[in-house]
């Protein structure tokens, strides 16, 4: 008997903790994040929080024991009162003094936040549909990050893994301690640079520029997402920070430069030499599966009505001079962006050999980088 | 030949009940209690249809990873889902409410432009399909959220873009004149002795909404236009290459738009404003302020508008005056659920499936109103905006608040419908389960968004997994649960149940229930006297 009741007391035990367990490792409120501002946007939230509590508390309350007790059930005759001017002015004056009490912090606090003043380092923040390009203004520093999940894992066909979407290739790097300044834009529709940690969202407007400002306090990993309902890739265009202290960010930005300096270097001693048709084919591929698959589709089938299809019909088939241009310049109106800053030469060179060589279109041209460098001295 | 003999006949005929019958009845129909049906199964049509958009979006959202639909859909499901509720179910199922009860309120015959609330139904079923047929066109349906921001509405939409613009005119002409017909006819067809202090705030609220509508659709008009031209005829309004300012958009957009949510809510006041004295068997406490409170919130309403648009960039002075006129709307709001509450305190309430509905819609709508309070404070929105925290509170507002006041309103009102008393055991069974999943529906959602979940994601990060299982689980309950619903209305429309005596509620009170029931298809030819 004993045992029985052990174990089912056990058993209840277990009901209640599996819950709680559960819900210990599951995040239901805000983050605090780890920067000033956020601990201030935490502290906010909290406050106002709690005294919505007790706003519903007592409202709930009061009618929870109104129904208890006032019911025809209880045999209760209904009183007649329809007025009370005290009352009425009490809690009318009340609830506006609480306002007035949650006002005054929140002022205070969109002051410190708005105040994007004396920043040491600024970095350009650009949208576009879907993946986000960081440029160092300082530095000779730019890059895009696009989101590293890869599409197996999105639609199943391979387990998903840790950070499942909210991973991308290049992470964007600012230092910590230090007033970093956002200039936020985009190229295409609105998007919105969202980093909870932070407490920074910011609409990037294509044409206009916002600004935001931030200063880490520990070195670490920081993850956000597109905010802004931007078309089907919404989802998927991932933010990744890396905060680092000062002397480690320093390094890091030296050897970037570098690196990008010697990328440069590299195009142009491509631009005076031919790259054979398998190393285009093989680049072409990674870059059409990075950057123009989402809308084109993976297998160049496009979206009907939509984005074109490139598989056996239009330009991918047709005058070479005319692809170069769509790519270089992108096509004005429609979703089609000018990849002439975010690609290379080379890697221009390689995604259009490849979209005029795969999925059966076997046209057989091999378009250089020198074609396409060619292309746009001749246009300017 | 039995309809010319009745025509016939017509011309002659005293008898009042007399009507086409068949289709003809329910085209031609110039009668409010008729036009009322009408927009009542309509919006029913529409909230189902619309629900089970709902249900696709949550069907892909019960696990991460894409499994039934793609992005591109799920972004069309989004848009049509927002659409057809606020365009198709909640605004049109208002609309009936006043084209029914209005006239019987105040003592009128009928309403007072027959002929052009006729119209106004007919067109809606055309806007309606004229927007649902978008999604068979090339390129698909309007994928970009009912708030079609520019430029993803315009540059970078499909072509089905300008179906959506069409049936947003033709629904916006339709709105229009249901709240000139509303106005009209409240301002001139009150019975004698009926003052407008001594109209039932179901009236009030509707009169103060009509004009809501009046002041903020051709506003919607305008900025649908101004992405038509944009997308087809090279104007830039909203694209910065030609001079315009995507940000523009949004200030049309919303300065509609909050006005909007007020109309989705306004007339739940005055449906809850009637329901609890009645079942409390007690006057409406502060009558008067009710009153006042709702024009103060219908005036605010067109002051508030950038709250929606707290990480637009504003300027720190502007995002502080939306900030405070926003909390400002607290105020009266908190006024009207006082005001209930005080209503229900010392009464001698019962408990029918109307004053159930109309509890759950005090709490649950205070709930959604104190996020709302949250959302207000401009800092704090930067970490809400456009999460899941936004769609909880948006939803505890619109659904179990203006669907639950509808729901109290249909049941508090069906035997005067009907002539028949509802079935109570099922009601209260469609009450409970909807009580009980709807919370299951919402209540997480504030919790995921608060842990940083986009809004409008048809796929999401493996940390908010177990929220959205249970989310999706309580949405198909509460889809499923509205199946009761229609079995209810259904055995009302049947005719089978007690026959209604001409005022069924013990402590209803106005002029709606001094006629029989079901109310005769012609009432108050000769006006009442109202003392």
Redesign the interface.
Known sequence: MKTRRTSLLAGLLALVATPVA?AND??????QGSTDMSQ??YG??ML??YI?VV??VL??G??FV??FR????RG?????????VK??IA??VI??LI?VA??VP??I???E??DTDDSDLTVVVTGS?WRWHYSYLDHDVEFQSILATQNE????RLP?T?????EVDRPLVIPTDTKVRFLITSE???H?W?V?EF?????A????I??VWTRVNEPGIYRG????????????MPIVVIAKEPAEFQEWINAEEERLAAERAEEERLLSMNMSMDQLMETGRNIYLAQCAACHQPNGQG????FPRLAGEGVSVGDRTQHIDIVVNGVS???MQSFQNSLSMSEIAAVITYERNAWGNDTGDAVQPADIHNFIQGNQ | MSTVVADAHDAHDEHHDHKPTGIKRWIFTTNHKDIGTLYLWFSFIMFLLGGSFALMIRMELFQPGMQVIDPHFFNQMTTMHGVIMVFGAVMPAFTGLANWMVPLMIGAPDMALPRMNNWSFWILPVAFLIMLSSMFVPGGGPAFGWTFYAPLSTTYSADSTALFVFAMHIMGMSSIMGAINVIVTIMNMRAPGMTYMKMPLFVWTWFITAFLLIAVMPVLAGVVTMVLTDKFFGTSFFAAAGGGDPVLFQHLFWFFGHPEVYIMILPSFGIVSAIIPAFARKPLFGYASMVYATASIAGLSFLVWAHHMFTTGMPTVASLMFMYMTMLIAVPTGVKVFNWVSTMWRGAMTFETPMLFAIAFVILFTIGGLSGIMLAITPVDYQYHDTYFVVAHFHYVLVSGAVFSIMAAAYYWLPKWSGVMYDEGLAKLHFWCSLISVNILFFPMHFVGLAGMPRRYPDYALQFADINAIVSVGGFLFGFSQLIFLAVVLKCAMKKGEKAPAKPWEGAEGLEWTVPSPAPYHTFDTPPEVK
């Not at chain 1, 599951?26 to 983050?31: G, K």
């Not at chain 1, 894992?153 to 199943?156: L, N």
């Not at chain 1, 597109?226 to 989802?235: I, M």
């Open positions: 559960w599951l995040q239901l409120n805000m983050t201030h946007v906010l939230h106002v929080f919505c706003i519903g409202v709930f009061t009618m109104s129904i006032h019911r025809k059930s209760v005759t209904p009183a007649k009162f329809h007025d009370n009352v009425e809690w009318t609830p506006f306002l949650m006002a929140a002022t606090t969109l002051f936040m708005d549909q894992q999105i639609y199943g998903k840790e950070n499942y979407l909210s295409d529709v609105i919105s969202w909870p407490a920074i969202k910011k609409d407007n294509p044409g206009y916002n600004e997402v597109c905010a802004e309902l931007c078309g089907q890739g919404h989802a998927f979206i009907p009505g939509v109106g429609t979703a």
